[in-house]
């Protein structure tokens, strides 16, 4: 696929997810002229980007849909119920058929069936079989009513760019190509007059303009629409090649250096007969005031023209390939940093602490390109919940709280699936149906809602039901049944819930096509995991569940904190540190033989790192603890020696020790030595189970 069509994929993505998101939210809160007027757009951009690659059948269909979104937009027709369904049909019709396009295949018959379906549906809600009326009074004014509908009219249109123009990312050629859907090009010459010399010449503006004779059975409105995206970055005008009086304002208002005039005889626009009365109206016309035309000549000059910064589209795989480098940077800065100190070389210190901050601010930057708000992403969810919900017959209330959170955009696409899944679970088997809810004294309508909030250098995604909860005694069931767990038992709360992880396993009373085969569950809980995150399950019976995802920030580069124990050196993520202390004899003589310490009136549970990981005897008489926080939960890490902040670059460490309980990665230091990196969600776990 070249370069362009990826970005009309991805145009054409983002106008469709726009467009369902938009109906979803007025199927919830009702139609608003400004959404209606945004839906049309985005249907008119895609006829048009799609009619640039001669892609037939979609234009075909968003012409139609287009048609009735006008009607709906100039308030002719009511937006119902059924409409907005027609029209997420539509929307996803209409991604098949640029599927289709795309791979250059052609419809099959059953495609083919509901394309001729849909667009006999989207034609019957049209007020009859008429063609739009123009309803804009400007343009009652401009097109003729007497005139036969449906026949050819000579059009001339007049354009020159501003000198912002390239600002607006639209390529000219685009634009010129779009008069081919409409109609017939009869003559068209560019203005080149306004183009300054090469020394004066800046290549960042715009200098060109365009006269063209046009010729279409379309109405003026759709050959306006063809600028609708460059309006504010063109001066334009429309108007009937036979009228007079508009040619001949349009050459006495000209600013171009060249006589516009001569040009368009030249060019065999029009004969030089059409211009004669003008040269006898503009020698009959009054003298102007000086004073009243140096008023007029300060209004009617051009405003300042305020440069609009634009969005870049940059392939990810380019930004990882910038993260990586700069990965490679910040490690061979760390040795030049390490070689400073032992030569004692104060320049050289200095030179490596400007490059550090350096690559510190560049770094922040390129992970910023990163970061994107999760609200443009979950908002897919709607469409999902929406479409879960009528399958099985619920009535939900679905709310996203916190869409402004950032994350890594890789991490939210990998998010996306598992986060689906528990959805779908959530709808299916949280909720209950509208009559029991009824009977139970809940709302018909049940609440579910996808929240996202930062909290101790992670993210924290939630997904929250009022449903019937998680049923403990069948999940204890069936997991006896299957083996997973022995009848005598002793697990929390927590532990049990989290069964329901384990593959096969599913309390669900009866299998749908959405869920209940105990197949998913466990996919989850994995993928969750291999983005360094960790799930949890909240649930009261008979008021709901809560299921709560750890998230880090990013997958490549965190700040950490680089200790030592026994002859290892590790890392541990800065973020979730609180304090470091130091393991004095008062700390020692409390703990006795017990892993705990009174921390200022609370019991902290620690863990030996030299214990946990068989490292060998300390040879440093002093013992520390990093106090560690993750969610909920706190513990303080016994360790030898403390090193301060140190930038990581996580690297994997391989299959061979990817299953290494509470170890995430590693990561090169200045030395060459490697550190690996803590996975404290891991250890936490660990600690916990030890204390039950």
Request: aromatic share 6%; charged share 30%.
């Amino acid at each position: 696929m070249n370069e362009e069509l990826e970005l009309f994929c991805e145009d054409v993505d983002e106008q469709l997810t726009f467009m369902e998101n938009a109906l979803i939210t007025m199927q919830e809160d009702g139609p608003d002229d400004e959404s209606i007027g945004a839906l049309f757009r985005a249907m008119h951009t895609i006829k048009g980007t799609a009619g640039m690659f001669g892609f037939d059948d979609v234009v075909s269909f968003a012409h139609i849909a287009e048609s009735l979104l006008s009607e709906v937009r100039d308030g002719k027709i009511k937006l119902t119920e059924e409409m907005i369904e027609i029209f997420l049909k539509s929307k996803d019709h209409v991604q098949t058929l640029v599927d289709l396009a795309v791979k250059n295949e052609s419809m099959d018959d059953f495609m083919q069936a509901t394309n001729d379906e849909l667009l006999k549906i989207l034609k019957s809600m049209m007020p009859g079989a008429e063609p739009i009326k123009e309803s804009v009074t400007e343009v009652e004014e401009i097109v003729d009513d007497s005139e036969e509908e449906g026949a050819e009219v000579l059009w001339h249109i007049s354009f020159r760019l501003k000198p912002n123009f390239f600002a607006s990312g639209m390529d000219i050629i685009n634009i010129l190509g779009f008069f081919k859907l409409l109609g017939e090009i009869k003559n068209i010459t560019p203005i080149t007059s306004n183009i300054p010399n090469l020394d004066d010449l800046n290549p960042t503006e715009s200098y060109m303009g365009y006269e063209i004779k046009f010729l279409t059975k379309e109405p003026y409105s759709e050959i306006e629409e063809i600028f609708e995206f460059v309006i504010d970055d063109i001066e334009l005008e429309i108007f009937k090649a036979n009228d007079i009086d508009m040619l001949k304002a349009l050459v006495q208002n000209s600013k171009d250096k060249e006589d516009l005039k001569e040009v368009l005889i030249s060019h065999k626009f029009y004969d030089a007969s059409v211009f004669e009365e003008q040269k006898e109206e503009v020698a009959e016309e009054p003298k102007e005031d000086p004073k009243e035309e140096l008023a007029q000549k300060k209004q009617a000059s051009p405003k300042k023209e305020v440069h609009k910064s634009f969005s870049l589209r940059v392939d990810s795989s380019k930004i990882d390939q910038l993260i990586n480098k700069i990965s490679e940077m910040v490690i061979a800065n760390a040795k030049v940093t390490q070689r400073a100190d032992v030569l004692d070389d104060n320049e050289l210190s200095e030179s490596a602490t400007i490059l550090t901050d350096m690559l510190e601010e560049i770094r922040t930057g390129v992970m910023n390109i990163r970061m994107v708000q999760v609200g443009d992403s979950f908002n897919k969810f709607k469409r999902i919940v929406h479409d879960v919900a009528k399958k099985v017959d619920k009535e939900i209330d679905f709310s996203i709280i916190g869409g402004d959170t950032e994350l890594d955009k890789m991490v939210v696409e990998k998010i996306s699936d598992p986060l689906m899944h528990m959805l779908r679970n959530s709808i299916d088997h949280g909720v209950e149906m509208p009559d029991e809810r009824e009977a139970l004294g809940k709302p018909r309508e049940g609440k579910v809602s996808l929240s996202t909030y930062p909290d101790a250098g992670t993210i924290v995604i939630e997904i929250r039901d009022d449903g019937k909860g998680l049923p403990k005694d069948l999940i204890v069931e069936k997991a006896i049944k299957s083996g997973l767990i022995q009848e005598n038992h002793n697990l929390s709360d927590k532990e049990i819930y989290n069964l329901i992880f384990a593959a096969g396993l599913s309390t669900a009373e009866k299998v749908s096509d959405i869920s209940g085969r105990g197949v998913g569950m466990d996919v989850v809980k994995r993928n969750i995991e291999s983005l360094r995150g960790t799930v949890e399950i909240d649930s009261t019976l008979g008021e709901g569940s809560l299921f709560t995802i750890r998230l880090p920030l990013t997958l490549a580069i965190i700040d950490g904190f680089l200790i030592q124990s026994g002859d290892t050196k590790y890392i541990i993520p800065l973020e979730m540190i609180q304090e470091c202390i130091e393991l004095d004899a008062s700390y020692k003589k409390q703990m006795g033989d017990d892993e705990f310490i009174n921390l200022r009136d609370s019991m902290l549970p620690l863990l030996d790192i030299r214990k946990s990981f068989k490292e060998a005897s300390s040879k440093s008489k002093r013992e520390n603890v990093v106090v560690v926080r993750y969610g909920d939960y706190k513990m303080g890490m016994m360790v030898d020696e403390l090193f301060g902040e140190f930038q990581t670059v996580i690297k994997p460490l391989g299959e061979v020790f990817s299953n290494v309980p509470g170890i995430s990665g590693g990561t090169i230091l200045g030395s060459g030595e490697i550190a690996l990196i803590f996975d404290i969600p891991k250890l936490m776990e660990h600690k916990i189970r030890e204390l039950n």
